[in-house]
């Protein structure tokens, strides 16, 4: 009955247009009064009564009983059904998975992070990403599993949503790789950019409190930037928006991973942060994890991410380092697009204090002073969970778009 219902809504009727619209103004407000929806569709009480019927019978909506007010008579409030359809999000990292179930009310029902997977660039490395996530799915109920509607994937990179193609990633056929994972899983799949599912799950669930203009900084082993203009993620023509770390910054020679020489994120990321670590820890340089220089190309980010947060010393003179070049590069970015909220996340950010506290004084020195006194900067809420989140949110939110 539910999974029937959600189909119709996608027929070009004006009935089901006007569905669409209560559902998504019940997505953006919560359990509301049938006036209240009425006021804000500029519909009558009787023909909105008469669709929240409709839908209510369907299992779409649910009637969540009266609610106390100052005078008058008690309304009764409505919302989604939070059972009626569900979500599955899937945040592919370079050495692991997070993957998440989200309801219709955008509750998380089920999570697993730190997934051990290592990406690799082959078929192979693609039919073990979705073993992994049909394991996922199959610890679900069989309820559950008939109402999920979507999966979304979020793939570093150059990612174009809309034609389902990524460029950067499991590019082996002329097929779009959403339609390859829809047929291998049985499920429709859509994919997004990392970075961009980051930002909206820090702008749905996140730290952002009323902020309609915001960017988000992805500062991880690459350098990502998510954009949400007048409360909407930013794609740009192709859905490539946001390739912060591919700037060209440097005359440092150095060949980044995209083919081009002195990109940002060869000096002002994890990976630049790595490689300066690994250097100085190889010409001796004291480390706590100077015990491990034999294995010391066995070293993740992580570990130094880790070695940080314990105040080992050269870790953090690294960090701080890097993190002021990057904060240089934010200032312009603030220039550029005046925001309201400026959000920091990704692993790097992990290290709190230590890589915000350089950001934000290069800010200041580097921003102009009329511009950035508007924006409020801050660090990830989320933190690891932003992209799952954002991929869950993002799969509800394309069943809504039209």
């Known amino acids: 009955m539910v999974k029937k219902s959600f189909l119709n809504l996608e027929k070009s009727t004006k009935i089901s247009q006007i569905k669409k619209e209560i559902i998504r103004f019940f997505l953006n407000n919560g359990k509301n009064s049938i006036s209240e929806l009425s006021k804000e569709l500029d519909l009558s009480v009787p023909t909105i009564t008469k669709l929240i019927n409709s839908m209510t019978d369907d299992g779409l909506i649910s009637d969540y009983g009266k609610i106390q007010t100052p005078e008058g008579r008690h309304p009764n409030v409505y919302g989604l059904n939070p059972t009626s359809a569900y979500f599955v999000g899937i945040d592919m990292t370079r050495h692991h998975l997070n993957m998440a179930l989200m309801d219709f009310n955008g509750d998380m029902v089920k999570t697993k992070f730190g997934v051990k997977y290592t990406y690799e660039n082959t078929p192979a490395s693609l039919d073990e990403l979705c073993n992994k996530i049909e394991e996922f799915i199959n610890e679900l109920s069989p309820e559950i599993r008939e109402n999920i509607f979507n999966i979304n994937l979020n793939i570093s990179g150059r990612v174009n949503p809309e034609s389902g193609y990524s460029y950067s990633s499991f590019y082996f056929s002329e097929e779009p790789i959403s339609s390859i994972l829809s047929k291998k899983l049985n499920l429709n799949v859509g994919i997004d950019n990392d970075t961009r599912a980051m930002t909206y799950g820090e702008y749905m669930k996140g730290v952002v409190d009323g902020q309609k203009n915001v960017i988000f900084v992805n500062y991880s082993w690459g350098l990502g930037l998510g954009i949400i203009i007048d409360g909407k993620p930013y794609y740009g023509k192709s859905g490539f928006s946001g390739e912060f770390g591919h700037f060209p910054a440097f005359d440092n020679e150095m060949i980044c991973h995209c083919g081009k020489k002195g990109c940002l994120e060869t000096e002002a990321s994890g990976l630049a942060i790595y490689r300066h670590v690994i250097n100085r820890i190889t010409k001796g340089e004291s480390s706590i994890l100077s ?106 939110n394309r069943l809504f778009s039209n």
């Open 291 to 396: 015990d491990r220089v034999e294995e010391i190309n066995e070293l993740t980010l992580t570990d130094i991410i880790d070695a940080t947060n314990q105040e080992d010393t050269l870790c953090i003179e690294i960090v701080e380092e890097v993190s002021a070049i990057l904060g240089k590069y934010i200032a312009g970015l603030i220039n550029i697009f005046n925001p309201e909220l400026v959000v920091i996340g990704g692993q790097v950010a992990e290290t709190g204090g230590f890589a915000m506290l350089p950001i934000r004084s290069a800010i200041r020195k580097y921003s102009l002073n009329l511009v950035n006194k508007d924006s409020l900067f801050e660090l990830s809420k989320l933190k690891n969970k932003a992209g799952v989140y954002g991929a869950c949110l993002l799969g509800r």
